[in-house]
């Protein structure tokens, strides 16, 4: 018989996972009696129905766990006390022998948890005081936080935001004891992406982490300088006007402790595909001295580098700059924690700048599209209805079993059709678009490609119609497209016209075989083909692809590669953070290893023969670079806020990279 009683025998774990059931009580007499002993030691004392426990009973093992509760045919179901020799205790629900609903358990090392319960896994909104008195209250999810809550230290640091697999994951703010304040977007328990950092003598720092660390270009408003407005300042980071947070791990949160308001932003497809602050230099530190050049090891102290090479300290230079000009701000751009740029700014100037940029982003919003009828709410619809189809596909061809294509799984004949009226239907469910008809073209075939490429079919729905959405960002290239990006950044999903989509129906046999052949192909992975027919039959055509700038490292360049010198080269006064640059302007060297060199090489030669043999000829090679932080600047590591210790969370931030850079490549 399963017991109870054996989940916290051993030990001082809370861990509830091992919970099981209880089976029913082997009752050996049939008799009605009000108290029964058993062989083996145990005793039961309550009422009885027939053979069985049932209603109020009490059943102590022979080792001494207790249990005191309701009982319903043989099971511990309703209101119990249950009491184990180590010490821990739970009182409340109870239902089939599983703790479930809401209760309170004290574990043996003096932590104390309330709140919900699902099959003996805390699940729900619950309380949880550990032993070292830190408290958590919020949401749980399979055992840990998930979702929105609050963690308190017992040194007086908070933090409010969202969880995610029992790490700070989204958007949150950390309160700090001291008074400093971090609110923006976290990632594993680190700050990552967008956020801002205001000190307790009222200076601010705009700006992005990546991985813990600052990294990329800021802004830092000392005490009692005029701070901008948060819509200013994501425009300063390089992020424009929308409906979007100013960073795609930020999930939307409300909460009332959030003492700065969450900014709305719109990106292009560069910008949010690579983090904003691109390196404007060629990738190697100058040692020129300029009086507006500095370093600094945590905004207090300014580090002069020098051109021989060396570091001098100036400690109160800096802060005796802000007392004597309030106006004054600071451009910042860190890499890896460590500030290697820094340019002194009047308020003025800054100001006039954010200007100027905000206009060039409005006109940029103005220009055309060849599918301009689906902006605003037709467009938002379109987003609902792209959702709602691919939950539809995805749910209808995963349970079939899975077996290799034929050849009556290709060509525009393979499909799904489906009409989703607003009120629904036998097969689809209500929703809050417009009636459309939906249709997937090769559903068996996009099936085993995203099988292929090791992606699950539960992962794949989330990321795409999950709850956070898809944002709508304007196109970088000259076709007009709609674009949406998944709200995790993995998938990019594009418009296209009906001859492009022929043009993908026609090759798909020959990409599937080529992709079966060559697992590390660089060419772009497709994962699904899709048709939306709207009122008026206009049809919108869509192909879901990965997004190659998926990482937690910040892309510094970009270039877009076609093997080719004739005006591959761009403007110098027309780059800017979020440029992607041509042949002519790739000025690196890359040093690899020859194994992995003649299989780049060979790899690019076939995935080229492929595309030739298919008759394309626009391709190219998107290749991302990410600069590592120079050796001789780790010291200058600027130097974290202590994190405070969490239950499943990282106690530590990221170390610094050192060494050279990282490449990542792709067919686009």
């Given at each position: 018989m399963t017991r109870l009683?054996?989940?916290?025998?051993e030990?001082?774990g809370?861990?509830t996972?091992q919970l099981d059931?209880?089976?029913c009580?082997n009752?050996?007499?049939?008799?009605?009696?009000?108290?029964k002993a058993?062989?083996?030691?145990?005793l039961?004392?309550?009422?009885f129905?027939?053979?069985?426990?049932?209603?109020?009973g009490?059943?102590?093992w022979s080792?001494?766990?207790v249990?005191?509760?309701?009982?319903e045919a043989?099971?511990?179901?309703?209101k119990g006390l249950?009491?184990?020799?180590?010490?821990a205790?739970?009182?409340?629900?109870?239902?089939?022998?599983?703790?479930h609903?809401f209760g309170?358990?004290t574990?043996?090392?003096?932590?104390i948890?309330?709140g919900?319960?699902?099959m003996?896994?805390?699940?729900?909104?619950?309380?949880k005081?550990?032993?070292?008195?830190d408290?958590y209250?919020?949401?749980w999810?399979?055992?840990?936080h998930?979702?929105?809550g609050r963690?308190f230290w017992?040194?007086?640091?908070k933090y409010?935001?969202?969880w995610k697999?029992?790490?700070?994951?989204g958007r949150?703010?950390m309160e700090?004891?001291n008074?400093?304040q971090?609110n923006?977007?976290?990632?594993n328990?680190?700050?990552h992406?967008?956020?801002i950092?205001?000190y307790?003598d009222g200076?601010?720092?705009?700006g992005t982490?990546i991985?813990g660390l600052?990294d990329?270009?800021g802004?830092f408003?000392?005490?009692?300088?005029?701070c901008?407005?948060?819509k200013?300042?994501?425009?300063s980071?390089?992020?424009k006007?929308?409906h979007?947070s100013?960073?795609?791990?930020?999930?939307?949160?409300n909460?009332?402790e959030?003492v700065?308001?969450?900014?709305?932003?719109?990106r292009?497809?560069?910008e949010?595909?690579?983090?904003?602050g691109?390196?404007?230099?060629?990738?190697?530190?100058?040692h020129k001295t300029?009086?507006?050049s500095r370093l600094?090891?945590?905004?207090?102290?300014?580090?002069?580098?020098?051109?021989s090479g060396?570091?001098s300290l100036?400690?109160?230079a800096?802060?005796?700059?802000v007392q004597?000009n309030t106006?004054v701000?600071y451009?910042?751009?860190?890499m890896?924690?460590?500030?290697i740029k820094?340019?002194?700014r009047?308020?003025?100037?800054?100001?006039?700048?954010?200007?100027k940029r905000?206009?060039s982003?409005?006109?940029?919003?103005?220009?055309s599209?060849?599918?301009?009828?689906?902006?605003?709410k037709?467009?938002?619809?379109?987003?609902?209805?792209?959702?709602?189809?691919?939950?539809?596909?995805?749910g209808?061809?995963?349970?079939v079993?899975?077996r290799?294509?034929r050849?009556?799984d290709f060509?525009?004949?393979?499909?799904i059709t489906?009409?989703f009226?607003?009120r629904?239907s036998?097969?689809t469910?209500l929703h809050?678009?417009?009636?459309?008809?939906?249709?997937d073209?090769?559903?068996?075939?996009?099936r085993?490609?995203?099988e292929m490429?090791?992606?699950?079919?539960a992962?794949y729905?989330?990321?795409?119609c999950g709850?956070d959405?898809?944002?709508?960002i304007?196109?970088p290239?000259?076709s007009g497209?709609?674009?949406?990006?998944s709200?995790?950044?993995?998938f990019?999903?594009?418009?296209l016209?009906?001859s492009?989509?022929?043009?993908l129906?026609?090759?798909l046999?020959?990409?599937y075989n080529?992709?079966?052949?060559?697992e590390?192909t660089?060419i772009?992975?497709?994962?699904?083909l899709?048709r939306?027919?709207?009122?008026g039959?206009?049809?919108?055509?869509?192909m879901?692809?990965?997004?190659?700038?998926c990482?937690e490292?910040?892309?510094?360049?970009?270039?877009d590669?076609k093997?080719?010198?004739?005006?591959?080269?761009?403007?110098k006064d027309?780059i800017h953070?979020?440029?992607?640059?041509?042949?002519?302007?790739l000025?690196?060297e890359?040093?690899?290893?020859k194994?992995?060199?003649k299989?780049?090489?060979y790899?690019?030669?076939?995935d080229c023969?492929f595309?030739k043999?298919?008759?394309?000829?626009?391709?190219?090679?998107?290749l991302?670079?990410?600069?590592?932080a120079?050796?001789?600047?780790?010291g200058l590591?600027e130097?974290?806020n202590m994190m405070?210790?969490?239950?499943?969370?990282p106690t530590?931030h990221a170390?610094g990279?050192?060494?050279?850079?990282d490449?990542q490549?792709?067919?686009?």
């Amino acid at each position: 018989m399963t017991r109870l009683k054996n989940l916290f025998d051993e030990g001082s774990g809370t861990s509830t996972e091992q919970l099981d059931p209880v089976s029913c009580v082997n009752v050996e007499n049939v008799e009605r009696l009000n108290e029964k002993a058993f062989s083996n030691g145990d005793l039961y004392v309550g009422d009885f129905k027939e053979i069985l426990p049932h209603s109020k009973g009490k059943y102590t093992w022979s080792d001494g766990t207790v249990y005191e509760g309701d009982w319903e045919a043989g099971k511990m179901t309703g209101k119990g006390l249950l009491h184990w020799p180590s010490g821990a205790k739970y009182n409340g629900d109870i239902s089939g022998g599983y703790l479930h609903g809401f209760g309170a358990f004290t574990a043996p090392d003096g932590s104390i948890y309330e709140g919900q319960w699902r099959m003996n896994i805390r699940h729900g909104f619950g309380r949880k005081k550990y032993s070292n008195s830190d408290v958590y209250e919020g949401e749980w999810k399979e055992g840990v936080h998930e979702g929105k809550g609050r963690y308190f230290w017992n040194n007086g640091n908070k933090y409010t935001g969202n969880w995610k697999r029992g790490k700070m994951h989204g958007r949150g703010v950390m309160e700090w004891v001291n008074g400093d304040q971090y609110n923006g977007c976290w990632l594993n328990g680190l700050r990552h992406g967008c956020g801002i950092y205001q000190y307790a003598d009222g200076g601010y720092y705009f700006g992005t982490w990546i991985r813990g660390l600052k990294d990329g270009k800021g802004t830092f408003y000392p005490a009692g300088s005029k701070c901008p407005s948060l819509k200013k300042c994501s425009i300063s980071l390089g992020y424009k006007n929308g409906h979007k947070s100013v960073s795609s791990q930020c999930s939307s949160l409300n909460l009332e402790e959030f003492v700065v308001k969450k900014p709305s932003v719109k990106r292009s497809l560069s910008e949010k595909i690579s983090i904003s602050g691109v390196l404007r230099s060629s990738g190697r530190m100058s040692h020129k001295t300029a009086e507006n050049s500095r370093l600094s090891d945590s905004g207090r102290e300014f580090i002069r580098y020098n051109s021989s090479g060396t570091f001098s300290l100036d400690s109160d230079a800096g802060q005796s700059e802000v007392q004597e000009n309030t106006a004054v701000v600071y451009e910042r751009e860190y890499m890896q924690g460590v500030m290697i740029k820094e340019r002194i700014r009047n308020c003025t100037e800054l100001s006039k700048k954010d200007e100027k940029r905000t206009r060039s982003h409005a006109k940029e919003t103005k220009k055309s599209s060849c599918v301009g009828i689906f902006r605003g709410k037709n467009s938002y619809h379109l987003m609902l209805n792209l959702q709602l189809g691919i939950r539809y596909t995805v749910g209808k061809i995963t349970p079939v079993p899975k077996r290799e294509v034929r050849n009556a799984d290709f060509g525009d004949r393979a499909r799904i059709t489906m009409f989703f009226p607003r009120r629904g239907s036998q097969f689809t469910p209500l929703h809050k678009s417009i009636d459309f008809y939906w249709k997937d073209y090769c559903p068996m075939v996009f099936r085993n490609l995203r099988e292929m490429f090791k992606l699950d079919a539960a992962e794949y729905m989330m990321s795409i119609c999950g709850d956070d959405g898809l944002t709508e960002i304007s196109s970088p290239g000259k076709s007009g497209s709609i674009f949406y990006l998944s709200h995790d950044d993995k998938f990019v999903i594009k418009t296209l016209k009906r001859s492009e989509l022929k043009v993908l129906l026609k090759m798909l046999p020959n990409y599937y075989n080529h992709v079966k052949e060559y697992e590390n192909t660089l060419i772009t992975k497709f994962f699904g083909l899709h048709r939306i027919t709207l009122a008026g039959r206009r049809k919108v055509r869509f192909m879901v692809m990965g997004n190659m700038f998926c990482t937690e490292l910040r892309i510094h360049h970009r270039y877009d590669l076609k093997g080719s010198t004739h005006g591959r080269y761009t403007e110098k006064d027309k780059i800017h953070e979020n440029t992607t640059l041509k042949d002519l302007d790739l000025s690196y060297e890359f040093h690899m290893d020859k194994s992995l060199r003649k299989f780049l090489f060979y790899q690019i030669d076939v995935d080229c023969k492929f595309l030739k043999s298919q008759q394309i000829i626009d391709y190219s090679l998107l290749l991302g670079l990410h600069f590592r932080a120079p050796k001789q600047l780790n010291g200058l590591l600027e130097p974290p806020n202590m994190m405070p210790n969490i239950e499943s969370s990282p106690t530590s931030h990221a170390q610094g990279y050192a060494g050279t850079y990282d490449t990542q490549t792709e067919d686009w």
